[in-house]
């Protein structure tokens, strides 16, 4: 990720805290925060987590849209994909609309049985023009077919952040309930009224999964500014 001048610009003129601040004392502290990322490979430490907190609103947006245009959308801080990884080592994933793939991956790193499959549809869109060339190891295979794939020899259906006001969500639990009854959806995203799935989807999934290794995990999940998702888990 890198700095632009219009980056500087703006957290200059909008970021009250920065007003005063030199752009080259900015650019430093930025591209730090960049430079941590990037070198985790899209993972956030606590470190950088906290820089990221400190840095003010119109930074953070910056940082997010950067982050987000590298890697996806979801934040990957790294005591929650510790803890995500822990939960389910042992046991067998599907990843379905896995985008670049990057969260599977971190997953698989810590031991997680995970196949992370994608339709690839979002190939070809200019917002997302970084996307394909940070794709790690991904079947493309769209969910309902992957479901019906691999559904029987999984326990976990992971959905991180399903395009917004489609029914691919929707369509996916459905494919769930029908090919195995016993499969849990690990879903990460906004909820209704959000950014990801439609409406029938979360009228669908109404009923959380509780207990307290899930919400310890909801307790470690972090967002960018302005972004409301979560982790959730459905039947």
Known sequence: ??????????????????????????????????????????????????????????????????????????????????????????????????????????????????ISTDSGEWYGIPKYCAWPGNSLSVEMVDAVTAVHQYGNDVGYVLCSWPPYNERSAYDTIIAMRETNPNLTMIYIGEDMGGCCADNDFFWTVSDDIVDDEIEHLQGLFKQFWAIHDSIRFFK
């Open 1 to 114: 990720m890198k700095l632009t001048d219009d980056d500087i610009k703006s957290i200059q003129t909008l970021g009250h805290y920065f007003a005063r601040v030199p752009k080259e004392q900015i650019a430093a502290l930025i591209n730090r925060i960049f430079k941590s990322i990037d070198e985790n490979h899209g993972i956030v430490t606590e470190d950088t987590h906290s820089d990221i907190l400190d840095v003010g609103t119109t930074a953070n947006m910056i940082i997010r849209d950067h982050y987000t245009a590298e890697y996806g959308f979801v934040y990957l801080y790294e005591k929650f994909i510790d803890a995500l990884a822990e939960y389910l080592r042992g046991k067998k994933v599907l990843s379905v609309m896995s985008g670049t793939g990057i969260l599977e991956h971190h997953l698989k790193l810590r031991g997680v049985d995970i």
